[in-house]
């Protein structure tokens, strides 16, 4: 079914210049948001099989945060940068979804 009511849109391409349709899903589309990088969020759904920090630690670079079971896999959580731990969102045992906030730094 074509829809005959679709706007133009325009773009360019280094000094190209196009014109295009866009498609109802596109517009539709979750739009892209920048990671809050103090907020460490789950890529996978999971099992968290042990958390290795604490509330108020200060880590490394690299320290191991928790363990989180994924496709009978276990996947270390490391620290991305030197931070001090703000909140564990998540608790052992306790299955997660994809995008689950696990831990907050500060």
Do not use: C, W
Request: charged share 35%; proline share 4%.
């Amino acid at each position: 079914m074509k829809d005959d009511n679709q706007e133009l849109a325009d773009f360019q391409v280094h000094s190209l210049k196009y014109k295009t349709r866009l498609t109802r899903k596109y517009k539709e589309r979750k739009r892209y948001e920048v990671p809050n990088p103090n907020q460490l969020r789950s890529v996978i759904p999971g099992t968290v099989v042990d958390i290795k920090a604490k509330e108020g630690q200060s880590l490394k670079e690299g320290d191991v945060i928790l363990l989180l079971e994924a496709m009978k896999m276990i996947n270390e959580i490391h620290m991305p940068f030197d931070a001090k731990i703000k909140s564990i969102n998540v608790e052992k045992g306790q299955g997660i979804a994809k995008n689950y906030l696990m831990v907050e730094l500060e």
